[in-house]
């Protein structure tokens, strides 16, 4: 039930192409789904985050997609940049459970120049 | 503004040690959250604390034990260290259990 499900598990995409990353849930007491940028040696960055409420969100080239009904979200991300090769993580927060962010497994992206 | 800070940075103990990480939140936070991230995973919920006390707690033994201080910073203790502790601990904190922002972690080694 507190499974959040990510995929693919690694990704390549040329510059200046869309990067997409998928990521599931079962648990209907998420309340709150954020997605973090990681980079080697370093701590998760939180990137942008949605509400079930909303069915898409955009900052900048970052875009969430929402799907309530079918327990789905993704991330997009436009005009894929060399720097923005990292590992990102999707989560979901249930209020009910001390704020706890469960994450997904993780997505290593690489843009090639 | 200052961001959440982790210390130390590195750590080498033996299995049966124990151990303290320690965390600052962001000015301004009030709620701190500890994560494990085993390498190549993501990361999981250790427990939480808000205004000093336990908010939330992960799947973890009771050999993880944490506290809050006064000025929202925190510790992490790890008691009877087993090889499986090794990872990276990450502190996240946020105001009033909203947004979680990360510190850097300590890289714990367990040999």
């Known amino acids: 039930q507190q499974q959040v499900k990510q995929s693919p598990q690694s990704l390549i995409v040329q510059k200046g192409g869309i990067s997409i990353i998928n990521c599931a849930y079962e648990n209907t007491a998420f309340d709150y789904f954020p997605w973090y940028q990681q980079f080697p040696g370093k701590g998760p960055a939180l990137l942008i985050a949605i509400r079930p409420d909303v069915s898409e969100k955009k900052e900048g080239r970052f875009t969430i997609s929402f799907n309530k009904s079918a327990k789905q979200f993704s991330l997009h991300i436009m005009d894929s940049q060399p720097g923005d090769s990292a590992t990102y993580f999707c989560a979901a927060r249930n209020n009910n459970a001390g704020n706890m962010l469960t994450f997904g497994g993780g997505t290593r992206l690489m843009v090639k120049p | 503004e200052t961001g959440v800070t982790q210390s130390p940075t590195h750590l080498i103990k033996t299995r049966g040690q124990q151990v303290t990480l320690r965390c600052s939140s962001q000015?301004?936070?009030?709620?701190v959250s500890w994560y494990q991230q085993a390498l190549g995973q993501g990361p999981q919920f250790i427990f939480q604390y808000y205004r000093e006390e336990e908010n939330g707690r992960g799947n973890f033994p009771p050999r993880f034990s944490g506290l809050q201080f006064p000025n929202y910073s925190s510790e992490l203790n790890v008691n009877a260290l087993e090889l499986d502790d090794s990872a990276l601990y990450l502190c996240?904190?946020?105001?009033?259990?909203?947004?979680?922002?990360f510190g850097p972690g300590t890289r714990l080694t367990v040999t």
């Open positions: 996240a904190s946020s105001l009033d259990r909203t947004e979680q922002y």
């Open positions: 000015s301004g936070h009030n709620t």
